[in-house]
């Protein structure tokens, strides 16, 4: 998964910063997950002290519409075979 790096001018000091908990939690991950990403540099943090890591939700927000599907109906798969 790569998620575009984001800049420091384009985390509004109104945004939401999560934690890593908080983040898994909305994903419906593991927080292993999430900090591997962090680890590989595939998701974009603030850190605003020496260990405290926080994922801003615009970048939570980009990584749900990224991985969005919509799902096939059975009138979508008819069609198909027709």
């Known amino acids: ?11 509004t000091m109104s945004e939401a910063l999560l934690t890593v908990a ?11 997950t999430i900090r591997r990403w962090i680890l590989t540099r595939q998701i974009d943090v603030v ?3 020496a260990r405290a ?3 801003p939700e615009s970048v939570v927000r ?21």
């Open 47 to 49: 850190r605003p002290g």
């Open 1 to 11: 998964m790569k998620v575009n790096h984001i800049r420091p001018s384009e985390v």
């Open 62 to 82: 980009r990584i749900i519409e990224r991985g969005y599907r919509p799902a096939i109906t059975v009138q979508d798969r008819r069609e198909g075979d027709a």
């Open 53 to 55: 890591v926080r994922i």
């Open 22 to 32: 908080e983040v898994a939690n909305r994903l419906a991950l593991k927080p292993a």
